[in-house]
Every structure is written in C-alpha cells, then in structure tokens.
C-alpha cells in the first residue's frame, strides 16, 4: 500500500512548507551493497500542519528529517523547505530542531546556553520567553550536566525555538521525559501549532502521534506506506473492538459474523471485527449479550497490521 500524497499546490492556495519529490538517500549496508533508507519518497507539508511521522526502527524516519534539515543531502530527488534549500531555510532561522543527540555543555547554566545560542541568532525571540515557553524558567540556574533527560530535551526545546521558526521538527522530543513531563510538553506544542508553525515530529510513543498530529505518515523500509488523516491512517487496521457481558458457549459464538478473533475474560468477551455495526446488532437482537461497547482500532494496531501486511510482500 502506498498512498503518498504528491500534489503540487494550485495557485490560491496555501503554500506548502516543505516539499519532497523522489528523495532517494542509502548508505553502506556493511557487505559491501547500500540499502535505501530513504527510497524514492515524495511528500508536501502545508503551512501550519502538524504530521506525525511514525515507523518500526530502520524504516529511515530520522534520515528523512535529516534531509528536511539539511544535515544530509539526497542522491537524487529534491527538497524544497520555505521556499528555499534546507540548508538555507536553517541558515536563515526559519527552521527549529528538536533531535534525540546533541551536544550541551555541562558546565552552564541552563539560562547561560539559551543566552549563547540566542547570541548565535541574527534575529531570536527573548530569552526569558522561550524559556517559559518550554516550561524552564524554575531550573534557569542549574547545571546542564545536573539536569535530568527529560530537562534537557525541554532545553533542546527552548533552543529550536529561538529564532521563532516557521518549521519545527522533532525526533523523539519526548525521550527522558516522564508521564507528567511529556504531557506538559504537548501542552506547550498544542500552544505552538496554534499560532500557525507547521510541526513535524517522529515519536515511538504512538499514543501522542494519536492525540496530537492531525496527519500522519507511516513509512517502512524507507518509503510511505501510508499517509493522511491520523483518524484514517488508525481505520487502516481494518478493524474495530466490540467488548460485551455473556457467558456464551463456544457454539453460539462461532454463529456470530463479521469476527475476526476475540478474548474472554470471566464474563466479558471482547471482540475484534471488520464490521462493529453488523455485530453489535446481532448480539443486540440475536443473543443475551448486554453492556456493550465499541472502540475503534487504535493508532498503534493500524501500525502493527500495516507493517506487517508490507512485511509480508
């Protein structure tokens, strides 16, 4: 399956942030053959979009944020970020990154590195302000080195936002971070999108992609297996939840349709269907099955089913 989304902007409308046509980027495989890490992807991203970009480890999500921030170049294809080359669109501020490594030197202060990157900056937003913004103003005294994972990341997060990027991109912003800390920082996200930055960030963490990105992009052994709406990407799976109370015997549910497998637990069976409304009605009118209720197939199976159907290709 690959519905990579190709289309040239018309006049009048909103003009893409970034635009990626056939990108092909491989590397040495270590027996003496290159494997494609990126393989002729082609994608736009609008103005002010939030995508999730999401993948199994190697299925070249972090190459192609490389490409998007020119931190590597393409071996044929082409990259258009903000109108410009990547390279340019960094150079020129319009680009914030939030990347799982890079170097932060211990012995600052926290305000002290955001006030020497903020020096760096032709243009750049007050000091004071970032810092609120990614929630650090109450560690601004301490050591870099003495701070946690999670405070760290929320440091990379003041510094990509300095210049008050058009773009920001983030791989994994939410390593290190615990529960409480990672929700505070989608908080802090949903702030930023809001005011028009287009986001693009890779995350392991599906349940973020689900709740946060409004598009998302699957990719697999360096190409798009899937892109569009996060709530059409998720019905992908092919299947929905049908959770009910009953004791049935194994007779009366080998009669009932549209089931794909399902698990009993005491008195609760739960169900896994390609056609919810089909089978809720039957068990309404046709057995002595009650409490019932529907879930959608989550982000996360979508994932698993897609990549395995591609898998086994």
Known sequence: ??????????????????????????FP???????????GVSLSFDSGEVTAILGPNGAGKTTLIDLILGLNTPESGSLTVLGSSPKKAAQNGKVGALLQTGGLLPDL???????????????HLPVDQVMETAGITGIASRAV????????????FALALLPKPELIILDEP?????????????????????GGTTILFATHYLEEAEQFARR?????????????PTDEVRQQAGAAHV???????SEEIQRIPHVIDYEIRGGTITFRTDDADTLARYLLTQTEAHGISVRPASLEEAFMQLTKEEAAR
């Open 1 to 26: 399956m690959n519905t990579q989304r190709t289309d040239t902007p018309q006049p009048g409308t909103t003009t893409a942030a970034v635009t990626i046509t056939d990108a092909v980027r491989s």
């Open 145 to 156: 080195g003495k701070c946690s994972g999670g405070q760290q990341q929320r440091l990379r």
């Open 174 to 194: 939410t390593a290190g971070m615990d529960v409480s800390a990672r929700h505070e920082f989608w908080d802090r996200m949903r702030e930023t999108a809001a």
């Open 29 to 39: 495989d270590g027996d003496g053959g290159k494997v494609r890490a990126v393989d």
């Open 216 to 228: 998302t992009v699957l990719m697999n052994a360096g190409q798009i297996i899937a892109d569009g």
């Open 109 to 123: 202060t926290v305000k002290e590195t955001v006030q020497i990157i903020a020096a760096l900056h032709k243009r």
């Open 243 to 249: 959770k009910v109370t009953w004791t049935a015997s």
